[in-house]
Structure formats: C-alpha cells, structure tokens
C-alpha cells in the first residue's frame, strides 16, 4: 500500500467529542491528501496538504480540521463529532499534484453515535 | 457536485466474458484515472489517460478517452474473478493552480466463476 498507514482502522465515538485520525506516509511525497466514501457519494475531498504546515480545504471541509507538522504526518481532526461524519476516510498521497497517480491508505472507519 | 459518473452502478458477468465501464464528465481536464477498489480496502490507481491522448492499453485494460463527448470507457478483456471489485474514474481538472481529483460514484463489477 505504497508506504502509507492510517490508524486507528475503526473507531467508534460519541456525538460531541473531538476526533483525530492519522495518516503517516513513508514515501516522502508532497501531496496528502483526506478523502470520505460515502455509500452514493464516491470519495469527497476533504483537506489536503502541499507541503509542511501548507494546508487547503477540499469540497467537504466544514467540522473538519488538518494539521501537517512533518512531510509523512498528516492528520485530520472532527473537532466535535456528529452523525453525519459516519464514514469511512482515506488518506491519499502522490509525489507531484493530481496530474499523477495518488496512492491510498487502507481506510479508516468512524462510527459516531 | 461529481465531475465523473460512471455507468453501470453495478455490473454482473461470468469468467472469460469482457467488462466495460462508462464515464462522463462535465468540465475540461487535464487527465482520466480510473482506479480499483477490492471491498474493505483503499483504492488502487489502474490508468491515467491525458487529455491529449484517445486510447491506452495496460495488460488487460484498455481505456478510452473522447473529450468532445466528455466520456472514457474502461474495457477489461477476459475477466476473473479476481477483477471482482468497484471501479472508480477520477478527473483531474484543467487551470491554474492546484486541481483536485474529483472521483465518480463508481462500478461495481461483479465476475462470476
């Protein structure tokens, strides 16, 4: 899987409590990249990073936040859960911009209830 | 909104017979992608057809690009029932600036034995 590793792989949380997931990424590339699947929805961009503490929103952004303090650590934060951020989220990486492959984590399934 | 909606939703064969995948999408871009995703686990890149290109070959995967209609075909010849699994194509937009890759809602491929 390209050197890339999110954890947790499921998580279950309540409605209102802060979330973070983590993406580590062994390859060195400049892009991350957050993405949600969602049944009906394909993935949805969420955050994505072009380089350390260089961050930018994607389609879906609000309740969501993102932090890159290292080249292979990128990290996504639901600062207060809700339901509706029931989802399975992929974290994506690529050496240059969409204009080349990216790369995909395993996935990480949240369940808030 | 998507940028690429891939037809069939869902598509059911037997061994040995060919697969293929339609996508259509709505604005100019830079490049195709279609990717495959095994259940439970993240997505893999299979192709990238550029703008400039009409048709690309890899093994058993030759996909099709028409800008004039907006839409790419992905053909998978001799089917097995490893190739069970959904089908994403993704396009990489055409401007200045980073561009996102918007993904489809996808195939699911379906290859009996």
């Known amino acids: 899987d390209a050197g890339i590793t999110q954890s947790p792989r499921h998580k279950v949380t309540e409605t209102g409590t802060p979330v973070t997931l983590r993406c580590h990424q062994t390859?060195?590339?400049?892009?991350m990249y957050w993405y949600r699947q969602d049944p009906g929805h394909g993935l949805r961009l969420i955050h994505y990073?072009?380089?350390?503490?260089?961050?930018d929103k994607g389609e879906v952004s609000d309740g969501y936040s993102v932090s890159r303090s290292k080249t292979e650590d990128f990290l996504l934060t639901l600062e207060s859960a809700t339901s509706s951020q029931t989802s399975v989220y992929f974290c994506?990486?690529?050496?240059?911009?969409?204009?080349?492959?990216?790369?995909f984590g395993q996935g990480t399934r949240l369940t808030v209830v | 909104s998507q940028q690429g909606e891939e037809d069939p939703q869902a598509l059911s064969i037997q061994e040995g017979e060919n697969a293929t995948m339609n996508c259509s999408y709505k604005t100019s871009i830079n490049n195709l992608q279609w990717y495959r995703q095994n259940s439970g686990r993240g997505l893999v890149h299979l192709i990238l057809i550029r703008s400039n290109e009409r048709e690309k070959h890899s093994g058993r995967l030759r996909v099709t690009l028409d800008t004039s209609k907006k839409s790419s075909s992905l053909l998978i010849t001799a089917s097995r029932a490893a190739d069970t699994a959904s089908y994403f194509c993704a396009t990489a937009g055409r401007g200045t600036g980073f561009q996102k890759l918007v993904f489809g809602t996808g195939t699911r491929l379906l290859v009996s034995p």
């Open positions: 990073s072009y380089g350390v503490k260089d961050t």
């Open positions: 390859e060195n590339h400049r892009y």
């Open positions: 994506a990486i690529s050496p240059r911009d969409p204009n080349t492959e990216a790369f």
